[in-house]
């Protein structure tokens, strides 16, 4: 067995497979345990750095902004994602508050930051400096961002609060709706087929 | 037909549990892998064990965190301490059965349903069982893909005690359940992460 041939093997139940370009549209499922082993993908390089870059801009535009606010006679009190991570820091919810920054802020920030440096490189056909070490904390990142449960949750604040106070949204809670929706579509990209598109230079 | 399909470890070949890359099973102590330098692993390390002492780790902090109070809503005087459960109740007599639903799915099945899967998948593949793998696998996946919404409560808490503010009139402060709860979806995300579903498939003779 030669080991130029194209193999495949199954994360989920370590089947072996011989490997096999999928056209649009195709997902390669394990015949044994039914896992997804590989799907053809529409987006490019260049599309995914687009779409790297949006979600950036997103990002920030959800930090700055305010999320929701709350009146209460007369008084208005508004909150961004970090006012509430310090507010839960004060509260002696320590712990709380490291998990939130953690999981809404600096895992997404890294993960974006780490995957726009692999992507503006791979555009030009090149791989980043650091790019193995890139690779790995992106794996390694992988569950630990939730942007989206937050986006969940702030919905389920703003009903509990609309009995009691006036509720305003603010452009942050629409920033991180779009957030979301761009999520599930990087949910959906296999990040390690960037190993193959963009090949070590034999340097 | 899905017996006759060749293992990885038959064929003397490792998947990279990183980057994905075929690589040759030396037998050699401390192989990396040659694309992403990351120790190569038939299975993942201690898989069994860690899963069960994570899982049981988490089940401990679920307790407090059940029946410790969450979050304290404090008016003109009038103090309100609620657990998860008691959220979800007021939710839904407040007017919105259908996010009560939500949380409560998010809340209360989830975690159950983990600490049920990961139990059952531990103990199914410790007895090397040919019994429903397919299923298995598919309930071990579903576990990977719904856990992390667990933390749906936890930003709830942060996100009220940020927001009511307004002193004597009214004010939202978080109490040490939501602590236990975010630290239980901590461990079982960690717990689901180090079980391999590989040993799912594993023969008895392959035990760890």
């Known amino acids: 067995m030669a080991d130029s041939q194209p193999l495949l093997i199954c994360e989920h139940c370590d089947t072996v497979y011989r490997r096999r370009e999928l056209c649009c549209g195709e997902i390669a499922r394990c015949l044994r345990c039914d896992a997804i082993l590989e799907r053809h993908h529409r987006l490019g390089v260049g599309a995914m750095f687009a779409l790297v870059v949006t979600a950036m801009l997103v990002f920030v535009q959800a930090n700055v902004w305010p999320i929701v606010t709350l009146g209460l006679s007369g008084q208005m009190i508004s909150t961004t994602l970090w006012g509430a991570i310090v507010m839960m820091w004060r509260e002696h919810s320590q712990i709380v508050s490291m998990l939130a920054a953690a999981t809404l802020f600096f895992f997404p920030l890294g993960k974006m930051l780490l995957l726009g440096w692999v992507l503006f490189f791979a555009q030009q056909g090149r791989r980043a400096p650091g790019f193995r070490l890139a690779m790995v904390a992106l794996y390694r990142l992988g569950p630990w961002t939730m942007s989206e449960v937050f986006v969940l949750g702030a919905l389920v604040a703003i009903v509990k609060a609309r009995v009691y106070f006036e509720v305003i949204l603010n452009p942050g809670i629409f920033a991180y709706a779009a957030l979301t929706l761009l999520i599930t579509v990087f949910a959906s990209i296999d990040l390690r087929r960037l190993w193959e598109l963009v090949p070590e230079r034999s340097a | ?208």
């Open chain 2, 1 to 208: 037909m899905s017996q006759d399909l060749p293992r990885a470890d038959e064929l003397g070949l490792i998947g990279c549990h990183v980057c994905g890359l075929v690589c040759r099973d030396t037998g050699a102590e401390g192989a990396h892998c040659p694309r992403c330098h990351s120790a190569l692993h038939r299975r993942k390390q201690a898989s069994y064990s860690r899963t069960l002492a994570l899982l049981l780790a988490a089940f401990m902090l679920y307790i407090p965190a059940n029946v410790l109070p969450i979050m304290r809503t404090a008016s003109v005087g009038d103090i309100d301490d609620n657990t998860i459960l008691s959220g979800v109740i007021e939710l839904w007599v407040k007017g919105s059965p259908d996010l009560a639903v939500i949380v409560f799915t998010a809340s209360i099945v989830v975690p159950m349903l983990k600490f049920l899967a990961l139990g059952l998948l531990l103990w199914s593949s410790r007895h090397a069982t040919p019994w429903a793998r397919r299923q298995r696998a598919k309930l071990y996946r579903l576990v990977e893909l719904i856990g992390y919404w667990s933390m749906l409560d936890v930003f709830v808490v942060a996100l009220l005690t940020a927001l009511v503010r307004f002193g004597v009139l009214s004010l939202v402060e978080p109490l040490p359940g939501v602590v236990f709860f975010g630290l239980t979806v901590i461990l079982t995300m960690f717990a689901s992460m180090s079980f391999d579903p590989r040993l799912i498939w594993d023969g008895r003779e392959s035990d760890d």
